[in-house]
């Protein structure tokens, strides 16, 4: 599938501004018949898929009413429903299936990408055919982020009592990120290959969290902001844990209605990503991953190509 890469945070700066011409062009060039917007896009893509000249414009009367116009078509939202059944009211509508069943679809991508993955980890000492585990410690915003001194620290932890190598992702190179095993800069379906191979992936709430549950990986997630049990990963044959801190009132700050990009608790900042503890999360690891070798802890080859 081809994908064109845009990043609303880059068009923040006026130089990201005057880049956004270009964008709608290489957008433009594909005629695209369909631009689905999830329950939660930005303003950005609104105007964005308005100036693709996208046919059909389908997205949600909740977050951004007031874009809702540049629409061709406006679904209804129902908060009984987790995020993940809702936008699938998306599939839903292209396909003329109401009855659509929720079911995990698995990222493609071709032999090429997953020899790139193959050949990236073997760099790094990783033997693709061995268990490995996937720690990604960014997320879209700051107040879904997990302190990255922790997510070093239960990679050790990891490395010394499983002895299983741990592989660190992130969008860009980091060369602050002191970490032997870093992996940055893949495309998406590049990316979808390498998290179908981990054992299982660490991290926050964030889209690389959704690739490995749609590629099957079981996930461990820090939840913070959005704890509550209807953000994660809804596929049963995909194990995920979500861990937040069950004590602090604020809990959770996120809902449909607005994208919360901030904390706004004011005696307590960032409260609920520091209230859990390295301790807890390698014990939830511990238990997936022995878990999964209880199982039998098959490795999974290449099954979405």
């Not at 061709?72 to 009855?99: H, K």
């Not at 990255?148 to 190179?173: C, M, N, Q, W, Y």
């Not at 060369?175 to 390498?194: E, N």
Request: charged residues 25%; contains cysteine; positive net charge.
């Amino acid at each position: 599938v081809r994908t064109v890469s845009v990043s609303y945070k880059h068009v923040r700066s006026l130089r990201g501004m005057l880049s956004v011409p270009w964008m709608a062009l290489k957008l433009g060039l594909g005629r695209y018949d369909y631009a689905l917007l999830s329950h939660d896009e930005t303003k950005f893509s609104h105007l964005l898929a308005m100036a693709v000249l996208a046919r059909r414009r389908i997205g949600f009367d909740v977050v951004n009413r007031g874009l809702a116009r540049l629409l061709s078509e406006v679904l209804p939202t129902r908060t009984d429903r987790t995020p993940v059944d809702l936008n699938f009211d998306l599939a839903r509508r292209v396909t003329g299936r109401s009855d659509l069943p929720l079911v995990r679809v698995p990222l493609g991508y071709d032999p090429h990408d997953a020899e790139t993955v193959e050949r990236r980890l073997q760099a790094l000492g990783v033997d693709p055919s061995l268990p490995f585990v996937v720690l990604h410690p960014s997320a879209s915003l700051p107040l879904k982020e997990w302190s990255l001194g922790k997510f070093l620290e239960l990679a050790r932890r990891i490395t010394e009592e499983f002895d299983l190598p741990v592989v660190i992702t992130s969008e860009k190179e980091k060369p602050a990120l002191d970490w032997p095993r870093r992996i940055w800069g893949v495309s998406i379906p590049q990316l979808a290959a390498l998290l179908e191979r981990a054992a299982l992936f660490i991290g926050n709430n964030s889209g690389p969290m959704n690739i490995a549950g749609a590629m099957g990986t079981p996930t461990l997630i820090a939840e913070g902001p959005w704890a509550g049990g209807q953000w994660g990963v809804p596929w049963p044959d995909a194990p995920h844990r979500g861990i937040y801190a069950k004590t602090l009132a604020c809990i959770p700050c996120g809902s449909y209605e607005r994208v919360q990009v901030r904390c706004t608790n004011r005696d307590y900042p960032h409260g609920c990503m520091k209230e859990l503890s390295v301790d807890t999360m390698f014990g939830h690891a511990k238990e997936m991953l022995e878990a999964r070798d209880a199982a039998g802890g098959g490795r999974k080859r290449g099954g979405s190509i």
